[in-house]
């Protein structure tokens, strides 16, 4: 079905669950240009990120144009876990983003109203900022 509707769109997004027990992880993976791996600032997150790796380094044998990125998703500055997150996947050979996501109870309320950051007016910006330094990051790599 990607492989059919791809060529009508300049950007295609594909939301995934977060596991690789279904196949349609994979199956994404063997049509994109580009994967984002968002990875939360725990330990188990980082665990199960080794068994997403192998799965990664499969799909490029079918798609040797997939480009993977980890993007560390609700970081929270003052933890020091969250602070650790840039060291700890230089331990991956998959590039991690410069962007991140702050945890931020705005996605969730935007989330209970049916609409998004960029809709939230003043408060919803600091979010808003952070979704398009992600998106230029990526576009521009």
């Known amino acids: 079905e990607i492989k059919r509707i791809r060529e009508d769109y300049q950007y295609l997004v594909v939301d995934c669950p977060p596991t690789l ?3 349609v992880a994979q199956k994404a993976m063997s049509v994109s240009d580009k994967v984002l791996i968002p990875i939360l600032p725990s ?7 080794v068994r997403l790796a ?4 499969q799909a490029k044998i079918y798609n040797d144009d997939l480009q993977p990125y980890m993007l ?5 500055p003052r933890n020091a876990i969250s602070r650790g997150m840039r060291q700890a996947l230089e331990e991956f050979d998959i590039p991690a983003l410069e962007s991140c996501l702050r945890r931020r109870a705005i996605y969730r309320n935007s ?4 609409s998004s950051v960029y809709c939230m007016g003043k408060r919803g910006e600091p979010a808003s900022q952070e979704i398009d330094a992600l998106i230029e990051e990526i576009l521009n790599s």
């Open 21 to 23: 027990e279904t196949g």
């Open 43 to 49: 330990p188990v997150d980082l665990w199960a990120s």
């Open 54 to 57: 192998e799965a990664i380094e």
């Open 72 to 76: 560390v998703n609700q970081l929270e």
């Open 111 to 114: 989330a209970l109203e049916g």
